[in-house]
């Protein structure tokens, strides 16, 4: 596989972790940037570059209920009934953080606007508030194409939770998520080279 070159222009979101390879393995650059909204409101956007169609990815993100056999610290992904008909996903994310076992759960309405973009929102849950997007864009270095994901949430922690402390576990949980949503993507493709 060719390195892709980084086409971001904004400095700000890259991070000297960025290059630290937590898989050993795998070549993925992930830029994250945290915007502080307000007090206690912060965005956080990670993106990386897949050499792989839109398709093939939009493809895992949408397999919302296999999220759990490859996304770090997702406990649980579930499709509900949605009143209207919609798409409506439960989640929960466990973890430890500083000796303690660490559970979030939240419910999301979710938006599909292939091939481009997923968003979300969440309608119950741990946090005051949390949405965000995954957007999906293509690109094309020579002969290779490729797919640029972002993913991007807006979070709004509860009182008892620092904010802090969910700032600085969401940034590195994107880097980890991006990371293995790369790899599956790899993983698929390599067992379905015609797509």
């Known amino acids: 596989m060719t390195k892709k ?16 390879n937590l898989e050993g393995d795998l070549p ?5 940037k945290i915007e502080k909204i307000a007090e206690r409101q912060r965005q956080i956007s990670a993106k990386v570059q897949i050499p792989q169609s839109v398709e093939q990815i939009w493809r895992v993100l949408t397999d919302y209920e ?10 649980k992904s579930r499709l509900i009934e ?8 439960e989640q929960v994310g466990s973890q430890r953080l500083l000796n303690f076992n660490f559970c979030a ?4 309405d979710l938006e599909e606007y292939f091939p481009k973009e997923i968003n979300f929102r969440m309608i119950e849950g741990d946090f005051k508030g ?4 995954w957007c999906l864009e293509p690109y094309s270095l020579g002969e290779y194409i490729g797919t640029n994901l972002c993913y991007t949430i807006q979070v709004w922690p509860k009182l008892t939770m620092p904010v802090g402390i969910i700032e600085n576990r969401l940034s590195k949980d994107l880097r980890l998520n991006l990371r293995a ?5 790899e993983e698929l493709a390599s067992k379905e080279p015609y797509l």
């Open 5 to 20: 070159q980084n086409t971001t222009d904004n400095p700000d979101l890259q991070s000297p972790s960025d290059d630290i």
């Open 28 to 32: 993925a650059k992930v830029e994250v």
């Open 66 to 75: 296999a999220l759990p056999d490859f996304i770090p610290n997702l406990a």
């Open 82 to 89: 949605h009143p209207s008909g919609g798409i409506r996903l």
């Open 105 to 108: 759960r939240v419910v999301l």
């Open 130 to 133: 949390f949405s965000g997007s």
């Open 181 to 185: 949503i790369h790899q599956r993507v």
